[in-house]
């Protein structure tokens, strides 16, 4: 059991795969089909073509701010790829590996950064939409899963949160709430290193941040975040935990984010690039590309067919999303209630009666 | 038909919804096993079980965001915030996201959440037990808000909010909760939110409000039997969204407005009402519409409480000042 043989109270990390994609801790490497390998390594490509396109259009001024996620895909991906499709996705804000991941649509993340709430309405998919105050998500995860365990839904929850989201009263609510119901939530802390220009060390006194789970009454455990297998083989423990109503766990990404905060950000004022550098020898996308290749799996080819195939469909993606209509009057008025009131018809009526008029002039 | 309190009104409305519907469940600091600090809840766990019924730890921000997260899977929470003075850790989650969830998803999430609270001063109570907040709420795009003032209107009012399938802040006026009793009837009803209710019909000064201050006004009301003004008493009950036509329609018949409130004045409800009669009846007003509120001060502790209290002889002296204004 990974969860009792990493003690966090310890500073002992989790991992499986070196940065060079070598297999160093084999009994561990969790058991993983073909197809799956391979889905998580095309979600991380995706996701870093999609991130890094839209910064280029955000400095045409085609794109509006958002927040890139690159150098984390793979502490979202092992997690998305150890749980079911019907268990729940409760994000932050810089999860678009584990949405993609998820079946979220491209286009639908576009839109959302693009400034349209239809990008937040995932039809088919147990996923809350972006959750921007930071730290307040973990109790909506913990409702969920209340609801999941009250009615046998066998449906378990992944929350993710920040390392600064851990400093947040919300954070010690939320997990303390789903833990004294012994409830099927999983929550991944992605330790990006900062919280914007805060470094991570001020985000908590604590030696690692796995080890707030001991307060909490439930195992935690810190792991190598940028390892997707690493990352997979800590959730599956975890979702098993929760589904055999064992109650929450606490796992620690220890990762980085090779990109800004949001586009508004300049993280050159606040880390320099050695550290930048550094981080980038550990990216798990390379490193699982390895992983792949020693096991046959991928290979030079079919990376430059992905590729070019990933490149023209984001550029693809995002064309059809400027080319959407702006939502119009109704839309935003007729999300407020779900059953609008009569005070709100009113204004709308109002509003879209000197629309017309103005429109028409 | 049986008589009973406000409190017990509530009481068998949240039994019949809970009987009547499984996805209703019920929660918050010791309102499950001791049934709730004032006995609202008194007795549900017992019916309905600890997994339907249960008590939180003292975590107001993760009882409102874990019923965020229920309405989102399916379920009805209503919750329970032990006093309204410490709303203010949930406000977080009842304002960000509890008002927002529908709208941001759009439409995928409805959150039909009932937030209960006792609300009110007039009990001797410690600090931040005495607060009426309401314009707090009532500023929320997303949310409705309802106080009830009679047991025949909390159950009626508490049934359509339950049904609801937006977020309803119910405030509950808790120097009433065992104040008087009236004749409740035993099945369902409900009373529509967003319906203010003419209690008293007249012609001479229109007056609006609700909650504990509803007893006030009827009070000031009888102490001017003698003095001929003929008064039309408005029960607001839905404070958000506000029956704007109901009392525009009292205005342009008396001319003379007047609203009593508890909460503080400024930016109050009294504010909006007095800006709603001037864009909707200016051309038939007679006096000046005036409000009576608590002043712009915290409350005070109770030796002190006196000098906030808006009671029935002040109303009474403005109803009289407004009803002879020329």
């Known amino acids: 059991m990974i ?14 795969l070196d940065p060079d994609g070598k297999v160093v801790n084999k009994d561990y490497e969790p058991k993983i089909d073909d197809d799956t390998l391979l889905k998580m390594y095309k979600t991380m490509v995706l996701a870093r073509i999609a991130d890094t396109k839209a910064l280029q259009y955000q400095r045409q001024g ?35 590996a584990a949405l993609l991941y998820k079946g979220a649509p491209l286009k639908q993340l576009y839109l959302y950064w693009y400034g349209n709430e239809m990008g937040s309405r995932f039809d088919d998919l ?38 600064g989201g851990t400093a947040h009263g919300e954070f010690h609510e939320g997990l303390n709430f789903a833990a004294v119901y012994d409830l099927p939530v999983v929550t991944i802390i992605q330790n990006n290193q900062y919280a914007i220009s805060t470094p991570r060390s001020m ?23 940028n390892d997707p297998l690493a990352m997979y083989a800590a ?123 103005s429109e028409g002039e | 038909m049986a008589t009973m309190t406000l409190l017990k009104a509530i009481n068998q409305t949240l039994f019949e919804q809970m009987r009547k519907d499984d996805n209703v469940v019920l929660y918050g600091e010791d309102a499950g096993y001791e049934g709730g600090v004032f006995r609202v809840t008194a007795g549900l766990q017992k019916e309905f079980g600890k997994d339907r019924v249960f008590d939180t730890p003292i975590s107001e921000a993760a009882i409102m965001g874990s019923a965020i997260g229920m309405a989102a899977a399916g379920l009805r929470p209503i919750t329970e915030i032990q006093f309204s003075g410490f709303m203010f850790p949930g406000y977080n989650q009842i ?74 802040i119910f405030m509950e006026p808790k120097k009433i909760y065992r104040a008087f009793k009236q004749e409740v009837p035993e099945e369902e009803y409900k009373i529509p939110l967003g319906k203010a209710k003419v209690v008293q019909k007249g012609t001479d000064v229109t007056v609006v409000s609700w909650g504990a201050m509803m007893v006030e006004t009827q009070k000031a009301i009888k102490a001017l039997e003698d003095e001929n003004i003929s008064v039309e008493l408005i029960d607001l009950r839905t404070i958000s969204p506000i029956d704007t036509e109901t009392i525009i329609k009292s205005v342009k ?74």
């Open chain 1, 3 to 16: 969860l009792d043989a990493y003690d966090s109270l310890k500073g002992e990390m989790f991992g499986v």
């Open chain 1, 62 to 96: 085609r794109m509006l701010t958002f927040a890139p996620v690159m150098g984390q895909e793979g502490a979202q991906v092992g997690p998305l790829a150890a749980s079911k499709q019907k268990d729940w996705l409760v994000q932050a804000f810089r999860e678009m």
């Open chain 1, 126 to 163: 147990n996923i809350l939409p972006v959750n921007v105050p930071i730290g307040s998500q973990i109790s909506h995860a913990a409702g969920i899963a209340y609801a999941s365990k009250l009615k046998k839904r066998d449906e378990s929850v992944i929350a993710f949160i920040g390392d």
């Open chain 1, 203 to 225: 985000a908590s006194k604590a030696k690692t941040l796995a080890q707030k789970a001991v307060g909490y009454g439930i195992p935690g455990v810190q792991v190598d975040g």
């Open chain 1, 235 to 357: 959730t599956k423990e975890a979702l098993k935990r929760a589904k055999e109503g064992k109650g929450p766990t606490l796992i620690e990404a220890v990762t980085y984010r090779l990109g800004p905060h949001t586009t508004s950000d300049d993280p050159s004022i606040y880390r320099s690039e050695e550290e930048v550098k550094e981080w980038q020898a550990k990216d798990p996308i390379t490193r699982f590309r390895k992983y792949l290749s020693n096991r046959k799996l991928w290979n030079k080819d079919k990376e430059e067919a992905l590729q070019e195939e990933y490149k023209k469909f984001v550029a693809d993606t995002f064309k059809e999303v400027e080319k959407m209509p702006l939502p119009t009057a109704d839309e935003v008025f007729d999300y407020t209630y779900a059953n609008m009131t009569e005070e709100l018809k009113k204004q709308k009526e109002a509003y879209k009666k000197r629309l017309n008029e």
């Open chain 2, 95 to 168: 304002a960000t996201h509890m008002a927002r969830m529908h709208n941001r998803s759009r439409g995928k999430y409805k959150m039909p959440i009932v937030v209960r609270m006792p609300y009110g001063g007039g009990v001797r109570a410690l600090e931040h037990h005495s607060e009426s907040l309401e314009t707090l709420f009532a500023h929320i795009p997303g949310l409705k808000l309802v106080i009830p003032s009679t047991p025949y209107d909390a159950k009626g009012l508490l049934t359509s909010a339950i049904q609801d399938d937006d977020p309803v």
């Open chain 2, 253 to 326: 018949k008396t001319g003379r407005f007047l609203v009593a409130h508890e909460a503080v004045k400024t930016l109050g409800i009294g504010a909006e009402l007095i800006s709603r009669v001037n864009e909707g009846a200016f051309f038939h007003l007679e006096a000046m519409p005036t409000r009576i509120t608590g002043h712009d001060i915290t409350v005070p502790l109770p030796k002190g409480e006196r000098h906030q209290t808006v009671d029935a002889t002040r109303i009474a002296e403005e109803i009289k000042k407004l009803a002879r204004f020329e």
